[in-house]
């Protein structure tokens, strides 16, 4: 679970609500009519944009902002150089025994794909080709959440418009312009609350999340290649090793010699 994404919005939230108080109250800030504009008018537009299946899956990709397993990529170096060292004293075939033990399916694909002894660039490609689908299926459900808000905003001005319209009908009546202006400013609050708050921050974290992932395969392929080309556990290291950020370079350094020390 990234409770950063929990920590992010529900912190933002009671900022504003603190902020809400401190400068008069709650109610003023609640309009229904001025909701139904924003959120139906984002949806709205959204379903025009997109085909319905792709927004049917919006749910399950904004769920991966919230519940989305992080796989240290160190963990997977691990796993495949010590798949190294089995293919290196048992060769590749023994891996086969190792293969219900991955639960990366990518990974685990790959690796069946090599123990079958399958053209290394045949295994390349194949992998690339998942990849590539992968990351497209990321693009559009993050390109779903930044059309979210981008339209938000433009409906919140829209309402906003809406309200000025019925308030210069009732311009006979002062009494009634300062609270028609401040409905008709509620909208554009809403709309711009629900694109920086929520719609572009999870579309951000989503490509985030998206990066990282595409890591992992990347580091999985030349993984896999390279235990099928029968390199050594140390090579396997050090080629993957040039994917990390340098401190988690040292963090496998010092979990290997600490090994190392534990077994003398």
Wanted: proline content about 4%.
């Amino acid at each position: 679970m990234d409770i950063t994404t929990f920590i992010g919005i529900i912190s933002g939230v009671f900022v504003l609500i603190v902020a809400i108080f401190m400068g008069g109250g709650l109610a003023i800030f609640i309009n229904v009519p001025s909701m139904m504009v924003v959120v139906g008018g984002t949806f709205a537009a959204t379903l025009i944009n997109y085909p319905l299946p792709e927004m049917l899956r919006l749910i399950k990709v904004v769920k991966n902002a919230f519940l989305h397993k992080v796989i240290s990529p160190v963990e997977t170096i691990n796993k495949l150089v010590s798949f190294a060292e089995i293919a290196r004293k048992n060769g590749m075939l023994a891996l086969d025994k190792e293969l219900k033990s991955i639960d990366d399916n990518f990974l685990r694909e790959g690796m069946q794909l090599a123990v079958d002894g399958m053209d290394p660039e045949l295994i390349r490609n194949v992998l690339e080709v998942e990849k590539a689908f992968l990351e497209e299926r990321h693009t559009v459900g993050q390109g779903i959440c930044k059309a979210m808000g981008k339209y938000a905003p433009a409906f919140g001005m829209l309402g906003t418009l809406i309200g000025l319209i019925q308030m210069l009908r009732s311009l006979d009546d002062p009494t009634q312009i300062g609270p028609g202006m401040a409905v008709a400013l509620i909208t554009t609050f809403y709309g711009a609350l629900m694109a920086n708050l929520l719609f572009l921050p999870l579309a951000g974290k989503l490509e985030t999340l998206s990066q990282q992932e595409l890591l992992l395969k990347e580091l999985a392929v030349e993984g896999i290649l390279a235990i099928q080309a029968g390199d050594s556990p140390r090579i396997v290291e050090q080629k993957l090793r040039a994917f990390l950020a340098p401190h988690l370079r040292a963090g496998i350094k010092r979990k290997r010699a600490g090994e190392g020390e534990g077994g003398g």
